[in-house]
């Protein structure tokens, strides 16, 4: 076995991520850009230093894991959405916004604008619009063209693929336009202190804060506040808490599941600042 193949044997041992699901060059491109922070010439010596230190697993699987999502990536919580949210959302109103924070390759809001789609036949006045946001304008490229293999689609019914999915002549699989069209993608960075817009019934950010400072994730969530309508939601990622200093701006909804709404009665500084222009 070459130092590479020994090198994702480990990976996959120490870090549990199947280095095969992946293409060859992306883990590659990732390790590399590990090695020269680290200053190690060679797959050999930065398997030697990898092996035995802790942090740099940590770098490393955060450095594989940056864009990695799925569709309806935590089936719960996408069923409690799809389930009681959203019916209950297009049950009272006539227009929803929902923000998809830190959206990757698409995947996430490409989920919703799926639900959106099946449950608004049945009130098609209901105007939604999924606000689609990443910092990366690569991941972006590829969630606006929203072109997917099939194994990325593993979690969806062939159902719903055949209805909201067209194959294309390499194989591939398109999203179809009448999904696209519940979606506005944009680059934005979350740490820029604005939100997207404004009025927004749901904000989910999810898997997007592992290299913020405990800081940086508060001042997130403030952010976060004044954006959602009263009551609106907020979705965190499964492995991801509320931090202590901003708890009391929102209250549990589903604490397993991490899905909260927004304490009303708390305003926040930003709120009455109003920094962030409601739009359209
Ligand atoms: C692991 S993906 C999460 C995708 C999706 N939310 C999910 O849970 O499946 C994390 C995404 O956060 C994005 N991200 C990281 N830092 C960001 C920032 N400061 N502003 C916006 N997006 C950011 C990354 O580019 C990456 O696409």
């Given at each position: 076995?070459?130092?590479?193949?020994?090198?994702?044997?480990?990976?996959?041992?120490?870090?549990?991520?199947?280095?095969?699901?992946?293409?060859?060059?992306?883990?590659?491109?990732?390790?590399?850009?590990?090695?020269?922070?680290?200053?190690?010439?060679?797959?050999?010596?930065?398997?030697?230093?990898?092996?035995?230190?802790?942090?740099?697993?940590?770098?490393?699987?955060?450095?594989?894991?940056?864009?990695?999502?799925?569709?309806?990536?935590?089936?719960?919580?996408?069923?409690?959405?799809?389930?009681?949210?959203?019916?209950d959302l297009?049950?009272?109103?006539?227009?929803?916004?929902?923000?998809?924070?830190?959206?990757?390759?698409?995947?996430?809001?490409?989920?919703?604008?799926?639900?959106?789609?099946?449950?608004?036949?049945?009130?098609?006045?209901?105007?939604?619009?999924?606000?689609?946001?990443?910092?990366?304008?690569?991941?972006?490229?590829?969630?606006?063209?929203?072109?997917?293999?099939?194994?990325?689609?593993?979690?969806?019914?062939?159902?719903?693929i055949?209805?909201?999915?067209?194959?294309?002549?390499?194989?591939?699989?398109?999203?179809?336009?009448?999904?696209?069209?519940?979606?506005?993608?944009?680059?934005?960075?979350?740490?820029?202190?604005?939100?997207?817009?404004?009025?927004?019934?749901?904000?989910?950010?999810?898997?997007?804060?592992?290299?913020?400072?405990?800081?940086?994730?508060?001042?997130?969530?403030?952010?976060?506040?004044?954006?959602?309508?009263s009551?609106?939601?907020?979705?965190?990622?499964?492995?991801?808490?509320?931090?202590?200093?901003?708890?009391?701006?929102?209250?549990?909804?589903?604490?397993?599941?991490?899905?909260?709404?927004?304490?009303d009665?708390?305003?926040?500084?930003?709120?009455?600042?109003?920094?962030?222009?409601a739009?359209?």
């Amino acid at each position: 076995m070459d130092d590479f193949g020994a090198l994702t044997k480990s990976i996959e041992a120490i870090l549990a991520i199947q280095c095969a699901n992946y293409k060859e060059d992306y883990i590659k491109r990732r390790i590399s850009s590990r090695m020269r922070l680290t200053g190690k010439e060679d797959f050999r010596s930065y398997l030697e230093f990898f092996k035995d230190n802790q942090a740099e697993q940590e770098s490393l699987r955060n450095a594989l894991t940056i864009n990695v999502t799925k569709f309806w990536r935590d089936r719960e919580v996408f069923d409690i959405i799809h389930k009681e949210i959203l019916p209950d959302l297009i049950k009272r109103k006539d227009r929803i916004r929902i923000w998809s924070a830190g959206c990757a390759t698409g995947e996430e809001p490409y989920t919703l604008a799926l639900m959106a789609h099946d449950m608004t036949r049945l009130r098609p006045n209901v105007q939604i619009t999924i606000y689609a946001t990443d910092i990366d304008q690569e991941a972006l490229r590829k969630a606006k063209n929203g072109i997917y293999d099939k194994r990325v689609l593993e979690n969806l019914t062939e159902s719903q693929i055949r209805r909201h999915f067209s194959q294309k002549d390499d194989g591939k699989y398109e999203v179809r336009a009448h999904l696209k069209e519940y979606i506005r993608f944009s680059q934005h960075d979350l740490m820029s202190g604005k939100a997207v817009t404004g009025n927004l019934d749901i904000i989910l950010c999810r898997n997007v804060t592992i290299y913020f400072t405990e800081a940086q994730k508060n001042e997130l969530a403030r952010t976060f506040h004044p954006a959602l309508v009263s009551g609106g939601y907020y979705v965190l990622g499964k492995t991801e808490f509320l931090g202590r200093d901003v708890e009391k701006l929102y209250v549990p909804y589903n604490s397993l599941q991490k899905i909260y709404r927004k304490n009303d009665g708390m305003q926040h500084r930003s709120a009455i600042t109003a920094r962030i222009p409601a739009r359209g």
